[in-house]
């Protein structure tokens, strides 16, 4: 059974860094992209970045290009994203999610049940 | 960066009505399309990708249809376990969602 766990929400300052991990299991995990995707309170989903299998390809949404990158851990089995220069607008549930297929721009099959930031 | 337009932003039916929603791309898409339903309190789950192929364990009453920048799903027959919300997604560079269309069932 596909299982996906994110973790490493909390409550942090403007400014301040965090990084999000997401644990998958039930999978080949190196054979698939990886994504983020985040919902702010009572909004609608958005992107946020994405990882090929082999991490050669990476992508981020303009909201967030050239603060948050996501990374893997492939013998770890393990998502990351690491947020930096956080603001207020970055509150949200975040949510990683996987590739259908091997594609990296596959639909997203299976999501986690999201870890929530809060910026204030 | 790929904008997508959905309508109508509600739609109120009852059990056994048939649902039509509709979304449209800035740009063509090809058929690199997909939509998902998210419940309340809930993880999106995938419906529909490639526009029309329908995922594992998703009932027959919902399809999908279109290709470039105009796209459909319809839910043949409702169910008052369809309420919830629907997003189309377009995945020709990366990922961008549409703002979603509420499904109301009453």
């Known amino acids: 059974e596909v299982q996906l766990v994110e973790s490493g929400g909390g409550l942090v300052q403007p400014g301040q860094s965090l990084r999000l991990s997401c644990s998958a299991s039930?999978?080949?995990?190196?054979?698939?992209?990886m994504h983020w995707v985040r919902q702010a309170p009572g909004k609608g989903l958005e992107w946020v970045s994405g990882i090929s299998g082999n991490s050669g390809i990476v992508g981020s949404a303009d909201s967030v290009k050239g603060r948050f990158t996501s990374s893997r851990d492939n013998a770890k089995k393990t998502l990351y994203l690491q947020m930096n220069n956080l603001m207020p607008e970055d509150t949200a549930l975040y949510y990683c999610a996987k590739a259908l297929r091997t594609g990296r721009t596959d639909p997203f099959d299976y999501w986690g049940p999201g870890t929530l930031v809060t910026v204030s | 960066e790929i904008v997508l337009t959905q309508s109508p932003a509600t739609l109120s039916l009852s059990p056994g009505e048939r649902a039509t929603l509709s979304c449209r791309a800035s740009?063509?898409?090809?058929?690199?399309f997909a939509w998902y339903q998210q419940k309340r309190g809930q993880a999106p789950r995938l419906l529909i990708y490639?526009?029309?192929n329908r995922a594992s364990g998703i009932p027959a009453r919902f399809s999908g249809s279109g290709s470039g920048t105009d796209f459909t799903l319809t839910i043949s027959s409702l169910e008052p376990e369809d309420s919830a919300i629907y997003y189309c997604q377009q995945r020709s560079h990366w990922a961008t969602f549409g703002q979603g269309t509420r499904v109301e069932v009453k």
């Open positions: 039930g999978f080949t995990f190196d054979d698939y992209a």
């Open positions: 740009q063509g898409v090809g058929t690199y």
């Open positions: 490639d526009a029309f």
